[in-house]
């Protein structure tokens, strides 16, 4: 039962980064293109609210109430799952160096806004942690003690 919830929670949790990136490189691109007179819609931002929520709460459930996974050694998928956390946080990167550095000035902000953009950020940052996380838990082998073997 504990091995399925937490399989649900990073579910919810990889839906939530995947609503994020898919409203979110959109406006990324219109960013980086100098289009910055187009307001984004209010439900970017109710979709972005209920991805935080998704995305942090099962994430804190997770890190605080189950152990870590443990898998039977599978280097090409943890190499994979490693890969899409860097990819992410590419992302991450990109949008806060868009946003921050590069239309800073042309851009309206209020205060809102930027806390709200920098808890999204921190969601997918938070997310990307736990496909880390996931990724070792396929490339590190569970080690079995040899025979004769000193315990440490």
Known sequence: MKFALNWLLF???????????WNGVPIHQRLL????AQQ?????????????ILIQS????????????RFKRQLVLGHAIQFLGRLSF??????????????FESLEFSIWKVLFLLVVLFSLFCYTLDLDRLAKAF??????PAQGALRS
């Open 11 to 21: 579910t919810a949790e990889s839906s939530g980064a995947l609503m994020i990136l």
């Open 33 to 36: 293109m100098g289009h910055t």
């Open 40 to 52: 984004a819609n209010p439900r970017i931002f109710v979709l972005g609210a209920v991805a935080v």
């Open 58 to 69: 099962a994430y804190w459930i997770r890190l605080r109430c189950f152990p870590p996974l």
């Open 90 to 103: 590419v992302f991450i990167g990109g949008m806060f160096s868009v946003v921050f550095f590069t239309r």
């Open 139 to 144: 490339s590190e082998a569970v080690a079995e």
